[in-house]
């Protein structure tokens, strides 16, 4: 998932050039991070066959993980201020290969419980990643490139996204399906047998991200990095009565609102997309379905540049409830147009969704004084508990009225962000 902070780069000594090696392995962590998020999308679809879960059972693989990325995002910035960045990352990396490592019990074991504690563990070390890796770019070369250096960092986040669904795809899907008729005219033996070689074909692409990762994390410790002498305070996360207003402010709030529904929609979407191709079009192979995922994350690709060029001659807010209005037609014309037109109107969906984190984030701290600006970011940033809410709403949606129809979930989301852009919108034309 594309889920990026816009950073202001802190007030810290910087070395007069980029240590590229110490660069290098800060930066990989963008691809890394993006390699676990979207190798979800492939679990969704090989747990509801490896288990015979319902959809909203196959959607606890994204609750659990986007959980841990709420609960822990607090305490993991807490960490980072007072162990600073470098203790944060590899910290952060030791979680992510421990949460990896647990696939390998939770596979012998067939306990999809364990499996999901796994996935919990991945999203809290990715949590200090996150919290740590995008200031820490910023610090490590001159602050005149520090935009560019972070914008380089970022890019490689989608690769990561790309490769987890291709790793997903090529070493975790068997190739082997089964229909429900199939499986009932199974013996107990046979069946058991089939569900535990599903559950296992997990272990060894975990146990390989997990000790790999796991290796990154003692090559950074041993790496001696500059000292960067940051003079954020931390103090200023507990000035009274700033969360306070913040709370009560209602133009702030619809901005978090926003978030949460976005973020929502984009991973309800991307966590059904296999589930809704091979249920709207009989045959297509969970390999096959796979590739609109990919197609998805290159959409997405595309138009963070389109919608960056969009906004050098259109107000950020207009853009946004254009792209979230075409997003509610897109979404609706899958509900209600099962299949091909379907499954290519959830992939374009992709294209429009590229620059809502970004914009939302950006308008909910515009104006906004600097400790406004960081108690506003943190909350924006748990805002991402939309991705286990809205999972969960559209998974027991699908399990009532069929993963078609569950699409209206989604839309419902885009109905809300454009609202908030169209008033955002109105309120910035009246200013001017």
């Known amino acids: 998932m594309q889920l990026h902070t816009p950073l202001e780069v802190p007030a810290t000594r910087a070395p007069a050039r980029a240590p590229w090696f110490p660069l290098a392995l800060i930066v990989s962590l963008f691809f890394l991070w993006g390699v676990a998020n979207n190798l979800n999308d492939v679990l969704v679809a090989q747990f509801k066959k490896a288990f015979t879960l319902s959809d909203f059972q196959a959607g606890l693989v994204q609750s659990a993980f986007y959980l841990g990325y709420f609960i822990v995002a607090i305490p993991a910035g807490v960490f980072m201020r007072r162990y600073g960045y470098k203790a944060a990352v590899v910290f952060g990396l030791m979680l992510y290969g421990a949460g990896a490592l647990l696939f390998w019990p939770a596979a012998a074991t067939a306990t999809y419980a364990t499996f999901l504690v796994g996935l919990f563990v991945i999203a809290a070390g990715l949590a200090f990643l996150e919290t740590s890796a995008n200031p820490y770019v910023t610090l490590l070369g001159p602050r005149e490139s520090a935009a560019s250096r972070l914008n380089l960092a970022q890019a490689f986040n989608p690769l990561g996204s790309i490769t987890g669904v291709l790793i997903g795809q090529h070493f975790i899907f068997t190739g082997v399906e089964r229909s429900p008729a199939e499986l009932a005219a199974m013996d107990v033996v046979a069946r058991t047998a089939y569900m535990k070689s599903e559950a296992a074909a997990v272990q060894m692409p975990y146990l390989v991200i997990g000790l790999g990762v796991i290796a990154w994390a003692v090559i950074i410790a041993v790496t001696r990095f500059p000292r960067t002498a940051s003079t954020e305070d931390g103090g200023v996360l507990v000035e009274r009565g700033v969360l306070g207003r913040l709370l009560r402010d209602g133009r702030f709030m619809s901005a978090v609102a926003a978030q949460f529904f976005y973020v929502g929609a984009q991973v309800a979407i991307f966590s059904y997309m296999i589930r809704y191709a091979q249920a709207t079009m009989p045959g297509t192979a969970d390999k096959a379905a796979a590739n609109f995922i990919t197609a998805g994350l290159l959409c997405f690709m595309a138009g963070r540049?389109?919608?960056?060029?969009?906004?050098?001659?259109?107000?950020?807010?207009?853009?946004?409830?254009?792209?979230?209005?075409?997003?509610?037609?897109?979404?609706?014309?899958?509900?209600?147009?099962?299949?091909?037109?379907?499954?290519?109107?959830?992939?374009?969906?992709?294209?429009?969704?590229?620059?809502?984190?970004?914009?939302?984030?950006?308008?909910?701290?515009?104006?906004?004084?600097?400790?406004?600006?960081?108690f506003g970011a943190s909350l924006l940033v748990m805002s991402i508990v939309g991705g286990a809410v809205?999972?969960?709403?559209?998974?027991?949606?699908?399990?009532?009225?069929?993963?078609?129809?569950?699409?209206?979930?989604?839309?419902?989301?885009?109905?809300?962000?454009f609202l908030f852009a169209w008033r955002r919108s109105r309120g910035q034309e009246a200013a001017a």
């Not at 147009?337 to 429009?352: E, R």
């Not at 809205?390 to 989301?413: E, F, K, N, Q, Y």
Request: aromatic share 10%.
């Open 305 to 374: 540049f389109a919608g960056a060029a969009l906004m050098k001659y259109l107000r950020p807010a207009r853009v946004l409830s254009t792209f979230a209005l075409v997003n509610v037609v897109l979404a609706t014309t899958a509900a209600f147009v099962p299949g091909s037109i379907g499954i290519y109107a959830l992939v374009a969906s992709s294209f429009f969704m590229s620059i809502m984190y970004p914009t939302i984030f950006a308008l909910g701290v515009e104006g906004r004084g600097d400790t406004e600006r960081k």
């Open 390 to 417: 809205v999972t969960a709403a559209m998974g027991a949606t699908s399990d009532r009225l069929g993963i078609a129809h569950a699409m209206l979930v989604p839309m419902l989301c885009f109905v809300a962000i």
